[in-house]
């Protein structure tokens, strides 16, 4: 089972910065997802389309919750141009303060967890430094310009932003069960093994910025781990030509 949170829907239901969110909501989110988590359930977030501020004019950097959410996989968002059905350039997704730009940064409000103390997660980059939740996890095509072809009563559109990625990765999780016969389980621990990465499975974002913070091979708070091979993934994860580490 996996669950997708759009962050362009109502605060009451969907994203917005930390900042916006009571301490009593944060932790009621908070204590969901953790036993989603234990379930076995992946709930997928968007990282927000405002960049490094989220939104917020006060000068300072601000992540997305529940994207945010140590329990979450945070989707962040790249601009993905192809040729011949071969990506040509990805980036990070980042068209400047009116047409959007992929959220991330670094938590105020939860502590850096477990899964990813050896990932050389920066500090904030707002007065004092404060270590942290780095957001986010994982990246796909979120530009509104690159974006995804949608059939509307007969009408289409390309559409896009990090609202996008939630989705794409919930299916393909969703595919993975599918072939696995069983849930893959809470896939940020798998994500930060290193197993995956070796893999191959994910296209590492090394170049771009969402305002505060810059891409970097590996992990970094702009696309996370990076963007999908779906059959890689599925291949890594079902154990099809090595062993599962579901």
Known sequence: MIFTIDLWCSRSVGGGPESSWTAQALQVYDQAFQEAAAL?????CAAGGDGSSDGISDGYAHVDFPASSPHVLGC?????????AAISQEV???????AGATGGGISEVFALPEYQKYVNVPSSVNPGGKPGRGVPDVGGDADPATGYLIRVDRLQFILGGTSAVPPLWAALIALINQRLGHPVGYLNPLLYSGQIVKSGALHDITSGNNGAYQARPGWDPCT??????????MQVLTGQGGRAIS
């Open 40 to 44: 076995g359930i992946t709930v997928c």
């Open 76 to 84: 962040g968002g790249t601009r993905l141009e192809a040729s011949d």
């Open 92 to 98: 990070v997704w980042n068209e400047g303060i009116m």
């Open 224 to 233: 996370g781990w990076g963007t999908p091979d779906g059959v890689k993934l």
